[in-house]
């Protein structure tokens, strides 16, 4: 029966083939535009496949479907007073048909699909989704690099000569890991940090539901033709226990997900709609999947490495990788890959923003657990040996034997980034850095990327080194990482104010009209939004929670050790949530601050709490277990 399905639609169809797919498969009953807002929320509607079918004309011309802007994120466009937001489909890229196994046709006996296709949101004549910007964005990128192309047909380290190029293709891909759990229970953190630093986790083998659910995801992606490339257990979990019937309970482990490259667009589009069959599939099997960057504080996070590549087709319909070296094992790059390198690091400030926009995000990216902390790129000691550095931001990644693999993997990224204005931002970036590289030799450019810090470069920074072959984590103190690759932003606060404290960085990512003031302003809005609320509403509440939790124990043997303790931690509870008078506590500033939108003031509170909540957590951990 599966293999009776219409699973996609793919790009480019003509709409009258689509009806005669759509018709021959009556089982597939509503018709769902997706819509993706500034914070990557997609849009989910149910329209009855009668009405698209009928009304198909109007659907491609956008006028079929409106919205209410003022209910997604787009914060300053479409508000209450001025919100209808049309949604014109787009056909360029593929449909996917979300089959409802809990729900089946009675006349045919095929689980009911519903065709969920991707859209644009157009308010006042102007495209302003996260879609549209990445769309809008790589044709802009695409031109400027066919005319530096054109004008300079002599490209050091290229293997194709400038002038022979026709077309340029942007290629991503993403890599999804999640948390599964059984519901309703909670994780021994204690327990899985001791297994995650000994190495148990990474590459185990698979058992039960979670192994059941994931071999579904996988064969489930091939027939959506995402050519799945892998699916593995990932460093974080415990090992699973076994109940009175004899099914898994406990269970609670960090799996990835793999497949492969597309167009980057359609990569983007890939990511969410493998996110929705992944959740479903595991939750078909009783386990309850996490996306979050970091679900359990002292645990590994989930991460989202990015892959970003770039070919050019030639005018006899040749492929040739864009950033890979004529001569691999001379040169680690061609100079377009240089450029594209050194303009996504010189520009990362205001391309960071758009990485982690949210509280969640910035609690993964600390030192210890394979989560980049600072701007700065790892080549290889030599470029006839592939570096696989995993403590830098952006890797270079190569197979001497096959160019075609040469790509930068962004390493900061998590399953919720909105990946539709990374790549946006990133490309226009990279088309900057080749601007300023395009006429250099690959001696130049590989001496511009390893320069120290406080030599004068020609498109670098100054004062700031970008390349380390080591081990950024060890073989620096926090005071050298910060000094020589820049201090990463602490709070949400901290990294939006990129787009204030670099204008020139934001004129660069904003050149070509689609990331323009507007976008940037909505996106910075929308992000302040959720971390106010999210502060005030959850993560200060939670907090509270834990603080009181933080109970002296009575009825034990009690030492002057446990009396200095308790001493110790009841000052920190008083610091943190015990108002006075004449004093308020941490929690009832930071709100403050919050609620008069001092967000300099919150920003920095908002650190001191999580460091002192840690520290009461340490300090009660330690009491307890000195109790008998």
Not at 29 to 44: E, H, Q
Not at 263 to 278: G, K, P, S, Y
Not at 550 to 562: H, L, N
Request: charged share 25%; hydrophobic share 40%; glycine share 6%.
């Amino acid at each position: 029966m599966l293999d009776e399905l219409l699973y996609v639609i793919p790009a480019h169809t003509d709409r009258a083939d689509v009806k005669k797919m759509l018709e021959a498969h009556p089982e597939i009953k509503f018709v769902s535009l997706v819509g993706i807002d500034m914070a990557g929320n997609d849009t989910d509607e149910k329209i009855p496949m009668r009405i698209f079918l009928k009304d198909i004309d109007d659907f491609y011309a956008g006028c079929a479907v409106q919205t209410d802007g003022s209910s997604v994120v787009l914060p300053g466009i479409a508000t209450l007073n001025n919100a209808k937001v049309d949604m014109p489909v787009d056909p360029d890229v593929t449909w996917f048909v979300d089959y409802n196994f809990e729900h089946y046709d009675e006349e045919t006996e095929k689980p009911i699909g519903t065709l969920r296709i991707p859209s644009f949101l157009i308010h006042e004549g102007k495209r302003v989704d996260a879609r549209a910007i990445l769309a809008d964005s790589l044709t802009y990128v695409k031109k400027g690099l066919l005319d530096l192309f054109h004008a300079h047909p002599d490209i050091a380290g290229l293997a194709v000569k400038g002038d022979q190029i026709d077309d340029i293709s942007f290629t991503s891909a993403t890599e999804l890991e999640f948390w599964v759990k059984t519901p309703l229970e909670d994780a021994d953190i204690e327990e899985m940090s001791a297994s995650q630093v000994m190495q148990e986790q990474y590459w185990e083998r698979t058992h039960g539901a979670v192994r059941t659910a994931l071999e579904e995801c996988v064969l489930t992606l091939e027939r959506y033709g995402l050519k799945c490339e892998m699916g593995h257990k990932e460093v974080g979990g415990m090992k699973g226990q076994i109940d009175e019937s004899g099914r898994m309970s406990h269970v609670c482990e960090q799996i990835e997900i793999d497949w492969r490259f597309a167009d980057a667009l359609q990569a983007c589009d890939n990511e969410i709609f493998v996110r929705t069959i992944v959740r479903e599939i595991f939750r078909g099997n009783g386990l309850e999947v996490s996306f979050k960057a970091k679900p359990m504080i002292g645990l590994a996070g989930n991460g989202e490495h990015t892959h970003i590549g770039m070919v050019a087709v030639t005018k006899d319909g040749k492929l040739v990788n864009l950033f890979a070296a004529a001569q691999p094992k001379e040169d680690f790059m061609s100079v377009v890959g240089y450029g594209s390198i050194m303009g996504l690091l010189k520009n990362y400030e205001v391309i960071n923003p758009f990485v982690s926009a949210t509280n969640d995000s910035l609690n993964r990216l600390k030192p210890g657990f394979e989560a980049p902390v600072c701007i700065v790129t790892s080549l290889g000691h030599n470029p006839a040996v592939p570096s696989r550095n995993r403590t830098i931001l952006a890797g270079l990644i190569r197979d001497l034997d096959n160019p075609m693999a040469t790509r930068f993997e962004l390493r900061a990224c998590n399953p919720y980034t909105n990946t539709y204005l990374v790549l946006a931002a990133i490309y226009s970036a990279m088309l900057d850095g080749i601007t300023a590289t395009v006429a250099k030799s690959t001696k130049e450019c590989v001496a511009e990327l390893s320069k120290n810090a406080g030599e004068d470069g020609f498109y670098l920074e100054k004062d700031r080194a970008y390349r380390s072959e080591d081990d950024v984590f060890e073989d620096y103190t926090d005071e050298e990482r910060d000094h020589l690759f820049g201090a990463p932003p602490a709070t949400v606060w901290e990294n939006m104010q990129g787009f204030e404290n670099y204008p020139e960085k934001l004129k660069v990512i904003t050149a070509g009209g689609a990331l323009r003031p507007q976008i940037i302003d909505a996106f910075r809005d929308g992000a302040l939004l959720r971390w106010k609320t999210e502060l005030v509403s959850r993560i200060i509440p939670e907090n509270r929670a834990i603080v009181r939790k933080a109970k002296e124990i009575k009825g034990a043997y009690v030492t002057d050790q446990d009396s200095y303790n308790w001493n110790k931690i009841n000052g920190l509870r008083t610091y943190l949530a015990k108002d006075s008078i004449d004093e308020k506590s941490l929690f009832t500033l930071l709100i403050n601050a919050l609620n008069e939108k001092d967000y300099a003031t919150a920003s920095g509170l908002q650190v001191e709490m999580y460091d002192k909540v840690e520290e009461l957590k340490a300090l009660y951990d330690a009491y307890e277990k000195n109790m008998i």
